[in-house]
Nanobody, 121 residues
Framework: VQVVESGGGMVQSGGSLRLSCAAT????????IGWFRQVPGKEREGISC????????YYTDSVKGRFTISKDNAKNTVYLAMDNLKPEDTAIYYC???????????????WGQGTQVTVSS
């Protein structure tokens, strides 16, 4: 089982990025994928999740209307499209696997290594 993030980078405020989470060893029919972010000195924050099957998607209030989570079952990849990025979105972004969507990091058992997103003002 493995999840690997990619797609981070540096953009100006108002710009866009699309993160990818490539999964191996399990099916999206059985597991949810969550996106978290973390800045130094703060707890890891759950920002979005796509549940197993077609159950649903979830967003924290700070990213609603700007971020869109989706998945491609054929490619075993989950995407996080991030638009209208703000400096406060700067963080390391992680994807992780869980049986069901949850805002708590302890519900997730496999994590990627993270990808840095930096938004300049």
């Amino acid at each position: 089982v493995q999840v690997v993030e990619s797609g981070g980078g540096m953009v100006q405020s108002g710009g866009s990025l699309r993160l990818s989470c490539a999964a191996t060893g399990f099916s999206f029919d059985d597991y949810a994928i969550g996106w978290f972010r973390q800045v130094p000195g703060k707890e890891r924050e759950g920002i979005s999740c796509i549940d197993r099957g077609d159950i649903g998607t979830y967003y924290t209030d700070s990213v609603k209307g700007r971020f869109t989570i989706s998945k491609d079952n054929a490619k075993n990849t989950v995407y996080l499209a991030m638009d209208n990025l703000k400096p406060e979105d700067t963080a390391i972004y992680y994807c992780a696997r869980s049986r069901r969507c949850s805002g708590s990091a302890v519900a997730y058992d496999y994590w990627g290594q993270g990808t840095q997103v930096t938004v300049s003002s």
